[in-house]
């Protein structure tokens, strides 16, 4: 079992940046591809951005050029750093554990973010 901690979201302007954190109960990042995802209200959720064991990232297009994913195994944490945040990209995000070899996929709970003037 892998719990999921998300933290960071909030309300900013747009053009503002925020940076999401997502902590592991244990250390799974030699393992699992983390991912984040979001669901914005009336939509369904979908990829944000995602970094496998080997450190391959794959981002959506919405966000490419303006997200950055990245992890640090010794703090069992991963990172969504946002920038020239849009309206569009409000919504709840959610950090996501998978494993390919055994299917074990773990969500967190969630963290609004916000983007308005």
């Known amino acids: 079992q892998v719990q999921l901690v998300e933290s960071g979201g909030g309300l900013v302007q747009p053009g503002g940046s925020l940076r999401l954190s997502c902590s592991a109960s244990r250390n799974i990042f030699n393992i699992y591809t983390m991912g984040w995802y979001r669901q914005a209200p009336g939509k369904q959720r979908e990829l944000v951005a995602r970094?496998?064991?080997?450190?391959?990232?794959t981002y959506a297009d919405s966000v490419k050029g303006r997200f950055t994913i990245s992890g640090d195994s010794a703090k069992n944490t991963v990172y969504l750093q946002m920038t020239s945040l849009k309206p569009d990209d409000t919504a709840v995000y959610y950090c996501n554990a998978f494993r390919i070899l055994t299917g074990y996929n773990y969500w967190g709970q969630g963290t609004q973010v916000t983007v308005s003037s």
């Open positions: 970094i496998t064991s080997t450190g391959t990232t």
